[in-house]
């Protein structure tokens, strides 16, 4: 392989990385201590922005996100378990914080609403089949006649 492809090859294996998408402009916000910047990283990750709702705390930058982070910070610094912090949000916010809520009767519908749309989904292709599949009409005299005159008998 040429040298030109080799840089090609690898340029498009690069771009075939997932970026690193953190929000975190301000570097006075990151934790000095990179084991627990990386810890709030990992718990910021798993909770959900309020303001976007399909991105984490981690990748946003609505203002609530950054106030957030901050948190997430203060308290692993103060010595917080992961769980004790993410408790701490839940508490605050419900369970729609959380990325991946748990299975319980409040989050019934979400946990099962996929099961429903493809029961529907299917319901709904078992009619349309039943329905195409009925036995055909039979012609009438006049559009027999018409039939046998179009295919010249």
């Given at each position: 392989?040429?040298r030109?492809?080799?840089?090609a ?23 000095a ?8 990283e990992?718990?910021?990750?798993q ?16 203002g609530?996100?950054?106030d ?14 992961d769980e ?26 979400l ?14 292709i ?18 027999r ?8 008998r």
């Amino acid at each position: 392989m040429t040298r030109p492809a080799r840089a090609a090859l690898a340029l498009c294996l690069a771009l075939l990385l997932p970026p690193a998408a953190h929000a975190i402009g301000d570097p006075g916000e990151m934790l000095a201590n990179p084991a627990q910047e990386q810890r709030a990283e990992r718990i910021g990750e798993q909770l959900r922005c309020l303001v976007c709702q399909n991105e984490s705390i981690e990748q946003s930058n609505a203002g609530l996100a950054r106030d957030l982070r901050r948190i997430i910070r203060q308290q692993v610094v103060a010595g917080k378990t992961d769980e004790q912090i993410i408790h701490w949000m839940v508490a605050r916010y419900g369970d729609f914080v959380l990325l991946k809520p748990p299975f319980d009767p409040s989050t019934l519908l979400l946990w099962g609403a996929p099961v429903l749309a493809v029961g529907a989904g299917a319901a709904a292709i078992l009619l349309v089949r039943r329905r195409s599949a009925a036995a055909p009409v039979p012609l009438s005299e006049e559009e027999r006649k018409q039939a046998s005159e179009l295919l010249g008998r």
